[in-house]
Every structure is written in structure tokens, then in C-alpha cells.
């Protein structure tokens, strides 16, 4: 064997040894689940990383920061997207606010001021009237907003989402689900740092799973 075979072999040895020392970083039952049915997806053409959060939960707060700024470096074949959980009756305002905020595009705007108005000014949200303050605000004509928060369309993103969390088989907040495929929890992973970590690892896995065919 020549010399530059030889070196092109070592390379692509090293590269596949690489390749499984990457596989074997984390492990399904160990660090993340393999959901049992395949969820479907917004869009089928990306990878999509979905945030199931609440706005009523301190770990999800403190998520945030992370999750924002790691959200933001994600390339572009990932679609990253955000269920709100609804447990009971009360939490189902504080979903209709978020879905409202992306329809209206003001979610940039609110996100994190409904969870500093719950978390850190301890101020009641308890219905549209609370939620319209905030909304108002940002910018948002007050009439236009009750239309939305009362609307068939985010009655529609209710439903959906209490759709997914159920086939994600969502424990607790905050959770990470990977292409409809894989579920993260600080749980499993160890820290809310590296859900994000294990979240990496996932859409990687599933990047050379879609280049292999």
C-alpha cells in the first residue's frame, strides 16, 4: 500500500473511530428516552427541538437564559419550537398567552416579562385582563389582543399542544423532545445545561441518520 493510500485509510479509520466515540457519549435509558411511537413534526423538512415549558415553573425560568441563547446558534436545518404545558384549568391563560404572543409576533416582546411579572413581581396572572396588560404594554392594541387570546385559532394551538404533550409522554417542565423521536429531561441528563447537551448529541444523531438515507 502507497503512502498516500496508507495515510487515506488512517484518516477514514480515525474518522470512524471518532464517529463511535461520538455514539457512545450518551446513551437511550441512560441520559434520554426513545419515545415508542414517532411524533410528527411542524416541519418534516427540519429537525425540529421542542421546549416543553411552563411560564408557572421556576425551573423553566431559570431555563431560559440557557435555552435562549443556545436556541439562537442552532444552524438551519433545525426548527426549533415550544409546547406550553396545560396540567389544570389555571395553567390553560398562561398557554393561550403564549400562543397569542407568537401569532400577534410579539413574542420576543413578552416571553420573559410573564415569567418575571409571575416569578419575580409575585403579581397575579390569572385571565385575559392580566395577560392584556402586558400585551398593551408591548404595543399591543388591547381589542386586538382579546380577539386573539379568544380566537377559534388559539383554541386550535391549545388543543395541539395538549395533543402533543400527551403523545410526548411529558412527565414534568422543563423537557426537551428531539424530532418527534427522543426525550430529554435535567432528570436523566443531570442538569439543566446538559438537557442542551444531550439536545446537541440528539440533533447530530439524527443529521447523520437523515444523510445516511
Request: charge should be neutral; aromatic fraction near 12%; glycine fraction near 6%.
Amino acid at each position: 500500500m502507497g503512502i498516500l493510500k496508507r495515510l487515506a485509510f488512517q484518516m477514514f479509520f480515525f474518522q470512524v473511530i471518532a464517529c463511535a466515540a461520538q455514539e457512545e457519549i450518551y446513551q437511550a435509558g441512560e441520559h434520554y428516552e426513545i419515545l415508542p411511537q414517532v411524533v410528527r413534526t411542524a416541519n418534516p423538512e427540519k429537525i425540529e427541538v421542542n421546549e416543553i415549558f411552563s411560564y408557572i415553573c421556576g425551573h423553566c425560568y431559570n431555563f431560559q437564559n440557557l435555552v435562549h441563547d443556545w436556541s439562537l446558534s442552532l444552524p438551519d436545518d433545525v426548527d426549533f419550537q415550544r409546547t406550553h404545558v396545560i396540567w389544570n384549568a389555571d395553567m390553560e391563560a398562561f398557554a393561550k398567552a403564549y400562543y397569542s404572543a407568537i401569532s400577534l409576533g410579539v413574542l420576543d416582546k413578552v416571553h420573559m416579562e410573564i415569567f418575571e411579572v409571575h416569578h419575580l413581581k409575585r403579581q397575579r396572572l390569572r385571565d385575559e385582563s392580566d395577560f392584556r396588560d402586558i400585551f398593551v404594554k408591548n404595543g399591543v392594541d388591547a381589542e386586538k389582543f382579546t380577539r386573539m387570546f379568544n380566537s377559534f385559532g388559539i383554541g386550535s394551538m391549545i388543543n395541539q399542544g395538549k395533543a402533543r404533550v400527551r403523545a410526548f409522554l411529558t412527565k414534568g417542565t422543563p423537557e426537551i423532545v428531539v424530532d418527534g423521536k427522543y426525550r430529554v429531561t435535567s432528570r436523566l441528563s443531570g442538569s439543566l445545561k446538559e438537557m442542551l447537551d444531550v439536545t446537541r448529541f440528539l440533533v447530530e444523531k439524527e443529521r447523520r441518520a437523515r444523510q445516511a438515507g
